[in-house]
């Protein structure tokens, strides 16, 4: 390629959003990624035994099914072959006395189970998803849109002028509430307030964090609405129909491309060095998707404004995350019916159990019981996994980046803090008794178990800090108008042709491809 019009530095959802978006409108796009593939939290192997296909980080997509990014490029994918895999069941919930909930993509379905687990419960769901959709146009606005832009001004002023300025404080207020506060004032059920509780660490948060209780609220009606789909053949195919669109478009990806600076000339950035010494160079602009540590500190690094240096020092992290996967003789028996086929179930005592866990891992305590998230890929791609085989995905959101003791009093925080393969081993081994107490037979149908340590995640991806995968905290004051920085504006930075995306901008983590289509449609 002759000098790009913008090179891209990193290759996860945003950037490769970012890179289609701009080839489609004629410009010159270069991915510059360090690893030795493309993908960010998009990684596809075989990590358990031959023919077990495993997506080793994120694997559900529905943040970007229901994206306006997918919107503008699922045809284009498409063609290219990529397919999602769906299932009527998208999430459940499982407690430790067997009680168990399963929300399908059917509402009245939804609304006569949860009526049947308390009274009234099915009502009040009702009746937080079709407020949703009631308040769709606000809350996706500001969810999606860029916050400082007169399309977002003349979108508060039109609801302040229809709801009247206290209605739309009423409600922005409201939105604030925490998911505690809304499970309790809302649902008898403790089975109910379950199904939703975890879904909070899925958006970076705890279940008495600000904002909390709207994000559920969200997350509810996207899983009734989209279900929780894979990608079919694994991530590793959605990855491969962007590269081709990519390159179809006159973009060049390249890998093992380890970005050291960013190079700048007048007060403008002008290309990047890379980590070999080669430098190239861009006409219009340098786009980065890392964490602002990786920005403002080694590739800017001397060059980067001073507040913006402060300001990531005071940054912050969030949990860190693990993950198991597991290769299974035959699927797993799961002592509840219908749990066989939920895309992703909760393990967990309930509200009280995710608070519990979420607090002790911000203590940097390894949880007593953590919440453990169950995905069955080889419910709804059977391609994953030799015939009458079955796959698991774990993710356990509630793990501390640093350790300072184990919360059930019987594993050995190391000296230094640092996870161990011992302890990582160990820790997995907690989940899985958890796991196997519901499930017929569990140990005798393992063939293999693979387990990742928050320090394994950030080993393969060097923006998982800590095991990070949100990009830094989301709690109210590092999100939205706030992220990453409280001077931030869009995705501008103080250097002049370098923007910012990714989890650690607005709008945040997931797989939706926000930012990165955002920007693009901004230059």
């Known amino acids: 390629m002759s000098q790009p019009d913008h090179i891209i530095v990193g290759s996860g959802i945003n950037a490769l959003v970012c890179a289609a978006m701009l080839g489609g409108k004629g410009a010159k796009v270069l991915v510059l990624e360090r690893n030795d593939r493309i993908g960010g939290c998009m990684r596809t192997e075989e990590i358990t035994a031959p023919g077990f296909i495993h997506d080793v980080m994120a694997t559900t997509f529905v943040l970007f099914i229901t994206s306006p990014a997918f919107a503008a490029l699922g045809a284009d994918l498409a063609r290219h072959g990529l397919e999602f895999c769906h299932t009527g069941t998208p999430t459940g919930v499982l407690r430790p006395d067997g009680s168990h909930a399963v929300l399908s993509t059917d509402r009245a379905a939804n609304v006569a189970a949860l009526n049947a687990i308390a009274a009234g419960d099915g009502d009040r769901h009702a009746e937080d998803v079709g407020g949703i959709e009631r308040n ?14 007169y399309p977002t001004a003349k979108l508060l002023a039109g609801e302040a002028w229809r709801r009247g300025s206290r209605g739309l404080a009423a409600f922005l207020g409201e939105a604030l509430m925490p998911a505690r506060n809304w499970l309790e004032s809302t649902y008898r059920s403790e089975t109910t307030r379950a199904l939703w509780a975890p879904w909070v660490l899925h958006a970076g948060l705890g279940p008495e964090d600000a904002f909390s209780g709207q994000i559920a609220k969200v997350i509810a009606f996207a899983l009734e609405a989209a279900g929780a789909p894979i990608v079919k053949g694994g991530a590793q195919n959605l990855l491969a129909a962007f590269e081709a669109l990519i390159i179809e478009r006159g973009g060049v990806i390249s890998t093992e491309a380890d970005v050291a600076s960013i190079i700048l000339a007048g007060g403008r950035a ?16 340098i786009i980065c998707s890392v964490t602002p540590t990786q920005l403002y500190g080694r590739l800017l690094g001397a060059d980067a404004p001073r507040d913006d240096v402060e300001a990531t020092q005071k940054y912050r992290y969030g949990k860190g995350n693990f993950q198991i996967h597991y ?30 866990a979420c607090n002790e891992a911000a203590r940097g305590m390894l949880p007593e019981v953590p919440t453990i998230c169950v995905g069955q890929p080889h419910a709804l791609d059977p391609s994953r996994c030799p015939e009458g085989k079955a796959i698991l995905w774990l993710q356990l959101p509630e793990a501390p980046r640093h350790i300072k003791g184990d919360a059930a009093g019987k594993l050995q925080a190391p000296a230094d803090g640092q996870w161990t393969d011992a302890l990582r081993e160990a820790y997995a081994d907690r989940a899985e008794a958890i796991l196997a107490s519901h499930i017929d037979g569990f140990k005798d149908s393992v063939i293999a178990r693979h387990a990742y340590s928050p320090a394994d995640l950030e080993a393969m991806n060097i923006n998982l800090v800590g095991g990070d995968p949100y990009g830094g905290s989301s709690t109210i004051d590092q999100s939205f108008l706030w992220r990453p920085f409280k001077t931030s504006r869009n995705h501008r930075t103080g250097i002049k042709n ?13 797989l939706g491809g926000g930012s990165g289509f955002l920007l693009a449609g901004r230059l």
Do not use: C, M, N, Q
């Not at 002008?270 to 602009?285: C, P």
């Not at 370098?498 to 997931?510: L, M």
């Open 327 to 356: 290769a299974l003789d035959k699927p797993p028996a799961w002592r509840g019916e219908g749990l066989d086929k939920v895309a992703l179930l909760h393990l967990t005592p309930g509200l009280d159990g995710v608070s519990k």
């Open 136 to 149: 769709a146009g606000l809350l996706f606005g500001l969810l999606g849109g860029s916050l400082w832009s």
């Open 270 to 285: 002008t290309g990047v060095r890379l980590a070999s010494g080669e430098t190239v160079h861009a006409k219009k602009s």
């Open 498 to 510: 370098v923007y910012h995306i990714g989890a650690s901008t607005h709008p945040g983590a997931g």
